[in-house]
Nanobody, 122 residues
């Protein structure tokens, strides 16, 4: 099971920290991605991290503002989101890729959490 947490309502310019926790299996050998989907829009890749914690990917829209990290001892992956904008409003999902390598495409991921809502509004 994958469970996302940390979403909520934040003002523009604020920060949130999303966590993705796995139970029943280990994340150690898999790349983990964060995706988001806003109403009426397709799901888009936000960030992902390789199993080795060496390689990361960020979409252009979040580069420099979001930071992904993983703690294999805690079996979690975290997305630190700073300088949030209204256009970051979406449901955020974490997902497991059956590979060690990063990918920004949701088609490369086959196990998904239920999502957590992030709303950026004044």
């Amino acid at each position: 099971q994958l469970v996302e947490s940390g979403g909520g309502l934040v003002q523009p310019g604020g920060s949130l920290r999303l966590s993705c926790a796995a139970s029943g299996f280990t994340l150690d050998y898999f790349a983990i991605g964060w995706f988001r989907q806003a109403p009426g829009k397709e799901r888009e890749g936000v960030s992902c991290i390789s199993s080795s914690d060496i390689t990361t990917y960020y979409s252009d829209s979040v580069k420099g503002r979001f930071t992904i990290s993983r703690d294999n001892a805690k079996n979690t992956v975290t997305l630190q989101m700073n300088s949030l904008k209204p256009e970051d409003t979406a449901v955020y999902y974490c997902a497991v890729r059956p590979s060690s390598y990063v990918s920004g495409s949701n088609y490369d991921y086959d196990y998904w959490g239920q999502g957590t809502q992030v709303t950026v509004s004044s």
